[in-house]
């Protein structure tokens, strides 16, 4: 849908102000903004076991796929959709918000802790379904919480809620986003942080840093052009953010297109503490691109990939394929400058107008005391720049150390809190089941004089006001390609397997069935070019999900919704070969893979690493090229696989599996499933729903 005339004047008369506020760029988010906390080593409002919330568990010897604490906390969130204007570029769009903000609300559980979400579809003004999923949670025992319309559920009709609950049996980060239709392309995306043991100690946690290929037009009409009688696969995207912001989004504009945009859209900013060590939580969050992630002249050790840590190695540039995460360390130990650029290029194996997302980085001083908040002297308590949070201090030993935690400013709601090193904070009480309530505030951004906190750095004379006017540009260079450790700009695939090396070592066992996925490009006989992944372009029924018939002992499917019963098979083996010049992100729902091998052209049969190889849940299979991965077949469920570029899924690139469907039959299947698909059908008996792509 496009902008009403109301709102457009509304939005030009506060469009006419120099630069863009944040609460115009994202809403209620405040990612890459100094009011933006940084994350605790995990949450301590709860029983703490020998110091921690996962008791004496280790990353190096703890198999999470069979060992996991069981906290009995239950974090909770409340998350309401609607629609939203919002120019994270610059560029005004009606997006699809949660709680208002782009990207939504963080999740925050520690490891083995339950979350539990409800969900509200407000989405008016041309009502759509919607539902969420968890991105790389195994749900086991839980298949229906998996978020994916027309397999796990029916979606939730406008008007109507869903409260989704389910265990964080892995840690590490991760992300949430609506699985229906390209829906989440247009906002509806959020970061997760499940707090795990730590094998690579750091001082701060800096938290998500979400990368992102963004699109002016709306999904649906994006996905009309895609799927119109000779229409092209192929979708271009408008513009690169990281945190949901950068600038340069008018530059990309149509010149018949009159959208009054705001040249210079301020970037994300990003604080690191000199000398100190820093955890940036990398998420690809995008439709699309594959990002190659850098900081100037920052080396960046990887600690895991997805939700599996991994022995830690360094590298100067991170290729992230959508839906990928990588956990990386960087040390802000560069001498001769203070204020770098934060890089995220969209591979040129995604046609992108502008493929180029910057925000700056800023080294405070990390000796510097307090004396504008109140606090004595002797609390040491970062000023620079001031921080706004929930976090609690509490008292394992790890929390201790000096520089591990940051101090925090005036909360936006007001209920600032005074951090002290060895006590505990006053402030707002959490319950152990209760919510981190910090969704829906404004960033009010209480900010003293942050100039003051940051050290002088040469400014340039960059013509662009981003990331900040208060603030100097800084005038870093970046990694010259063609060097050792620096992709071509054109490198669609992930690190090399051999360097990435779980640290907890699982051998490959022998796969009891082994298959050849091939994808294809075809027209159907409406002139419609698809999408064909082993053999069949997947289109789903929203209002019968495979889950749901599996439980009543149904398996027979039309074709079109692309189910394979795995029956008893042990574990699996899945040859993937991409014969085309796109890369493509395959991602498993409900299992981690082990990625085997990787690479151009067809595969030779060799293994990299059997006694331990590579586990992740998305792996890029490359342009012309092969991935092969192997999944231990054992949690009941009926589990997507697929494309995870929206626009390849919503052209059919999916398959479902049904794993052990003997114990699906056994498993109990909550009424309030049902119950939403009777929401749903009665919400479809009024209106009809605008299913022009796969459903997903
Ligand atoms: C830039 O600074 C202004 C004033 O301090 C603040 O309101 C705004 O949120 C800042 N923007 C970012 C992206 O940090
Ligand atoms: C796991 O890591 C700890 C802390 O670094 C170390 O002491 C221990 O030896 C490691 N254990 C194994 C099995 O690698
Ligand atoms: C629901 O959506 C409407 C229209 O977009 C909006 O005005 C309202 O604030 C939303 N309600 C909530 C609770 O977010
Ligand atoms: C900075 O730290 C990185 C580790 O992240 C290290 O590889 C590099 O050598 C260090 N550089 C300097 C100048 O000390
Ligand atoms: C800082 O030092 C590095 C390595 O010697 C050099 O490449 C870079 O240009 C220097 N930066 C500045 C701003 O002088
Ligand atoms: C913080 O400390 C100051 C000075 O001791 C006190 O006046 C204020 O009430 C405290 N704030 C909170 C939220 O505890
Ligand atoms: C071709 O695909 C489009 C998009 O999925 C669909 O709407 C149309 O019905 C299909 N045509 C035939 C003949 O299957
Ligand atoms: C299973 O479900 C499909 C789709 O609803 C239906 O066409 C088929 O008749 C069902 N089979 C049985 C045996 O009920
Ligand atoms: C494994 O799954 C394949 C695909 O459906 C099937 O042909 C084979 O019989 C299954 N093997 C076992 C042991 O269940
Ligand atoms: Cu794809």
């Known amino acids: 849908m496009g902008l009403h005339h109301g709102v457009l004047i509304a939005l030009l008369m506060g469009l006419a102000e120099a630069t863009l506020s944040q609460h115009q760029t994202n809403g209620n ?40 604490p069981t906290t009995g906390v239950i974090r909770t969130y409340d998350f309401t959709i609607s629609r939203g204007i919002l120019a994270p570029d610059g560029y005004p769009k009606s997006m699809l918000l949660v709680n208002g903000g782009f990207p939504g609300p963080l999740i925050e559980a520690n490891w083995g802790d339950t979350i539990q979400v409800t969900v509200h579809n407000n989405i008016s003004d041309s009502e759509e379904g919607t539902a969420l999923h968890w991105h790389g949670f195994l749900q086991q025992g839980t298949p229906w919480e998996d ?48 707090y795990g043991p730590n094998e690579y100690s750091y001082d701060i946690d800096i938290g998500p840093v979400m990368l992102s290929d963004h699109y002016h037009d709306d999904y649906m009409v994006i996905l009309e052009k895609m ?103 960087v040390t802000a130990n560069i001498t001769n400058g203070t204020s770098f650029w934060m890089r995220s290029d969209i591979a040129t194996c995604a046609t992108a107008k502008q493929p180029f997302a910057e925000a700056a980085v800023y080294y405070v001083d990390s000796g510097t005391t307090s004396a504008q908040n109140g606090l004595g002297a002797s609390s040491t308590v970062w000023v620079a720049p001031e921080r706004s949070g929930t976090h609690e201090v509490c008292s394992a030993p790890e929390r201790l150390r000096p520089g591990a935690w940051r101090g925090r400013g005036a909360a936006p709601g007001g209920f600032g809190h005074n951090l002290s090193l060895h006590g505990s904070v006053s402030g707002k009480p959490v319950e152990i089941a209760g919510s981190e309530s910090r969704h829906g505030s404004h960033p009010t951004d209480a900010t003293a004089d942050r100039s003051k906190s940051v050290e002088s750095t040469k400014s340039d004379s960059g013509t662009r006001t981003g990331p900040n006017s208060s603030l100097p540009q800084p005038s870093s260079s970046p990694w010259p390609t063609g060097t050792v450790g620096v992709p071509d700009p054109s490198a669609c695939f992930n690190d090399d397997l051999s360097i990435t090396r779980p640290l907890y070592p699982i051998a490959l066992p022998p796969p009891s069935w082994t298959h050849t996925f091939d994808i294809e490009i075809f027209v159907n006989a409406s002139d419609v070019t698809l999408w064909k992944f082993d053999g069949v372009s997947f289109r789903g029924d929203y209002n019968a999900p495979t889950l749901l018939l599996a439980s009543l002992g149904n398996t027979t499917w039309p074709t079109e919704w692309n189910g394979r019963n795995l029956y008893t098979n042990t574990s699996v083996r899945m040859i993937v070969n991409n014969p085309g010049p796109s890369q493509h992100p395959m991602h498993l729902h409900g299992s981690n893979f082990y990625v085997l091998h990787e690479g151009p052209g067809p595969w030779d049969g060799t293994i990299v690493r059997p006694e331990n190889p590579m586990r992740r849940d998305v792996q890029i299979v490359r342009p012309n090229g092969h991935v092969v991965l192997q999944f231990d077949s054992n949690n009941p ?37 049902a119950q939403t698909c009777r929401d749903w059908a009665a919400w479809t008996g009024t209106h009809v729903p605008d299913q022009i792509d796969s459903g997903l």
Not at 31 to 55: E, I, V
Not at 172 to 183: D, F, M, R, V
Not at 286 to 310: K, N, R, W
């Open 227 to 329: 799927l119109a009688p000779g229409g092209m696969l192929e979708v271009t995207s408008d513009n690169n953010l990281i945190q949901g912001k950068n600038s340069l989004g008018c530059v990309t504009q149509r010149a018949d297109d009159k959208t009054p945009c705001v040249a210079d859209a301020p970037q994300a900013s990003f604080y690191f503490e000199k000398g100190k060590v820093h955890r940036l939580r990398l998420i690809n969050s995008g439709s699309e691109g594959a990002q190659h992630f850098s900081i100037d002249g920052h080396m960046l050790t990887v600690i895991a990939y997805d939700f599996v840590p991994i022995v830690a190695y360094e590298a100067k540039v991170i290729t992230l394929g959508v839906g990928q995460r990588a956990d990386i360390l």
């Open 637 to 673: 469920g009926v589990w997507l696989f697929h494309c995870h570029i929206a626009w390849h899924a919503s052209g059919g690139f999916l398959e479902q599996f049904i794993v052990r469907p003997d114990e699906i039959e056994r498993m109990k299947v909550p009424s309030i499933m």
């Open 29 to 68: 988010s405040v990612l890459g903004t100094s009011a933006s906390p940084d994350l605790p080593k995990f949450l301590c409002n709860n029983p703490l076991p020998h110091g921690y919330p996962w008791g004496t568990l280790t990353a190096n010897t703890s198999d999470a796929y069979k060992t996991h």
């Open 147 to 194: 978020g994916a319309p027309a397999v796990t559920q029916c979606p939730i009709a406008p008007g109507a809620s869903f409260t989704y609950q389910f265990q964080a049996t892995l840690y590490g980060t991760s992300w949430y986003h609506s699985h229906y239709s390209a829906q989440y392309s247009d906002g509806i995306v959020g970061p997760i942080v499940v």
